[in-house]
Nanobody
């Protein structure tokens, strides 16, 4: 089993930056792909960014050029660097890991962009 724990969320002004972290524990050697998703109130969960074990990266259209995803497999940690934050980035952000036989989610961390 793999467990995920996010941190780094908080309140930030428009134009500001935050870095989210997701620490994986358990059978981390089973993890293939990882990613960040978010869900705003009244909206469906959407993919923010993903990274494969071969470092192939993809981003949602709304965050391209502003967010950067990277992973440190030695520390078993996934990061999301978020710059130029907008009001529309307000959401609960979830870490996601795909293993050989399961999809695992973290508990989420709240990001609020407000002036």
């Amino acid at each position: 089993q793999v467990q995920l724990m996010e941190s780094g969320g908080g309140l930030v002004q428009p134009g500001g930056s935050l870095t989210l972290s997701c620490v994986a524990s358990g059978r981390v050697s089973d993890i293939v792909n990882m990613g960040w998703y978010r869900q705003a109130p009244g909206k469906q969960r959407e993919m923010v960014a993903g990274i494969t074990s071969n470092r192939i990266i993809s981003y949602g259209d709304s965050v391209k050029g502003r967010f950067t995803i990277f992973r440190d497999d030695i520390k078993s940690t996934l990061y999301l660097q978020m710059n130029s934050l907008k009001l529309g980035d307000t959401a609960v952000y979830y870490c996601n890991a795909i293993t050989r036989d399961s999809i695992v989610w973290g508990q989420g961390t709240q990001v609020t962009v407000s002036s």
